[in-house]
């Protein structure tokens, strides 16, 4: 597989001016999930530092490769965190582990009800086009009106419309977080106490109900998020959102350069 890890952005626009076909795949970890495909894929893992952190406004500003754990850690320090509750599952079937994969799927998650989606979570970003050319949206205040929501258009593109080099988050406090979930296993299931460290995507499919329970199962049900074997199922986004990332796809990638790393 042709992988390329570029060492910053100005590498990583390079990169993309090259004009060849080009799959996004973040940190790596999520390609046992990806379907086969023999182009060039580019990992954003050395993209990986905190830039900034504001607690007093309840911001965070890093780099897409930068993980989950990381932004925690700092994160929590002051009281603050986002929204994903931890579990021994994983989260939400989540097979990577980076903020930029993390809004390059745009998952429900169980606190959707009280902290919004994972779409009302950020508020800026610094991305870069298929053309290498850099595009900012947003800013870098939680309350603000400047500029459209095409920041927001990217939550769920899968990668295919631009690709996520920097991202500023709103955080939450920790204490009006309600109390984290107890994962609800039906069956039929394969789940065991040692998933994590024994993950095999193509063993089951992740369900996911209309009150955020998780459901492990071996045959995908209907009326649900599913994640399957190599990204199939994930769920579609809303009308709306799905005509804007139309004409977004239109204006910032004509000629098809970027491959969405998760295909329905």
Known sequence: ??????????????????????????????????????????????????????????????????????????????????????SEFGWLGYAGTTIGGMLALGLPHYWQSSTGSIRDWIIAARTISSSGEELEFGAQVVKSVAGFDVHRALVGSRGGLLILAEITLRLFPIKLLPAPPECTIKEPCCINHGLRSQFKPEWFHLAVDASQQLIWTEQPLPNYHTIGPKGERLPQPLPQVHAIQSQLKKLCDPNGVLIEGWKS
């Open 1 to 86: 597989m042709n992988i390329q890890t570029p060492d910053n952005i100005s590498d990583l626009k390079e990169v993309c001016r090259s004009g060849e076909q080009i799959r996004v795949i973040g940190s790596g970890s999520a390609l046992a999930w990806l379907r086969e495909w023999t182009g060039k894929h580019i990992s954003t893992k050395k993209l990986n530092q905190v830039l900034e952190f504001r607690p007093d406004d309840l911001v965070i500003r890093a780099q897409a490769g930068t993980t989950i754990e990381e932004i925690q850690s700092v994160a929590q320090k002051s009281g603050l965190t986002l929204p994903i509750p931890s």
